[in-house]
T-cell receptor, first 112, second 115 residues
C-alpha cells in the first residue's frame, strides 16, 4: 500500500516563475492538505481540499492555489514566485474530518 | 487561536540517556495533541496523539508523552535514547473546526544524539 507520494522531490525556479507540485494521497484517503515548511520552522498550513473544493485556507496569498481531482490527487500552484517561497512543501492526506494525517516526503522548492 | 510553543530549539543527549522534549500549547478547549518526528529530507511521522482519557500516552519507538492540563503542557519522553532517534520533533495542537481538522505545529526541536 503506497503512502502519500509527492512529485517532484526537488525543484529549482527563478523569481517570477510559476510552479506546480503534485500529490497522490494514501489509498482510501479523500482529503488532502498542503503545508509550507521553511528552513528551521514547523509546517504552516496552506489549504485543504475535499470533494474537489478548497475547504479551509491558511494565511497565504492568492498566488497560492490548488486543485483536487476526482481520484483525490491534488496540485499546488504558486504564481509569481518570490525568494521567500523557498521551502519544503508537504502534502498530507486523511480520511474526512479525521485527525490522523499521513505526510509525504515533500517537494523541496528553491527560488533563485 | 491555537498555538504551540517548543522552547528548546536544540537538545543534545548521550546515547542511552533519558530524554524530555517540552511542548506548551494554547487552546480554549481540550484539543488533540500530537508529537511528530521528521528525519532529514523526509515527511512527518506520527509518534503519538492525545485527546482524552489516560493522560500518559504511549507511542511508537518507545516514546511516551504526558498531558498536564494545569500546565498546558504535553512533554515527550523516552527513557533511553538511541542514535537513530536523532531527528526533528514537532508538537502539534488541533481541533475540528468548521468540519475540518487543521493542526498548528510548533517550530520544532532538533535532537542531537552523541555516541
Amino acid at each position: 500500500d503506497a503512502g502519500v507520494t509527492q512529485s517532484p522531490t526537488h525543484l529549482i525556479k527563478t523569481r517570477g516563475q510559476q510552479v506546480t507540485l503534485r500529490c497522490s494521497p494514501k489509498s482510501g484517503h479523500d482529503t488532502v492538505s498542503w503545508y509550507q515548511q521553511a528552513l528551521g520552522q514547523g509546517p504552516q498550513f496552506i489549504f485543504q481540499y475535499y470533494e474537489e473544493e478548497e475547504r479551509q485556507r491558511g494565511n497565504f496569498p492568492d498566488r497560492f492555489s490548488g486543485h483536487q481531482f476526482p481520484n483525490y490527487s491534488s496540485e499546488l500552484n504558486v504564481n509569481a514566485l518570490l525568494l521567500g517561497d523557498s521551502a519544503l512543501y508537504l502534502c498530507a492526506s486523511s480520511v474526512r474530518v479525521q485527525e490522523k494525517l499521513f505526510f509525504g516526503s515533500g517537494t523541496q522548492l528553491s527560488v533563485l | 487561536a491555537q498555538s504551540v510553543t517548543q522552547p528548546d530549539i536544540h537538545i543534545t543527549v548521550s546515547e542511552g540517556a533519558s530524554l524530555e522534549l517540552r511542548c506548551n500549547y494554547s487552546y480554549g478547549a481540550t484539543p488533540y495533541l500530537f508529537w511528530y518526528v521528521q528525519s532529514p529530507g523526509q515527511g512527518l511521522q506520527l509518534l503519538l496523539k492525545y485527546f482524552s482519557g489516560d493522560t500518559l500516552v504511549q507511542g511508537i519507538k518507545g516514546f511516551e508523552a504526558e498531558f498536564k492540563r494545569s500546565q498546558s503542557s504535553f512533554n515527550l519522553r523516552k527513557p533511553s535514547v538511541h542514535w537513530s532517534d536523532a531527528a526533528e520533533y514537532f508538537c502539534a495542537v488541533g481541533a475540528i473546526e468548521g468540519g475540518s481538522y487543521i493542526p498548528t505545529f510548533g517550530r520544532g526541536t532538533s535532537l542531537i544524539v552523541h555516541p
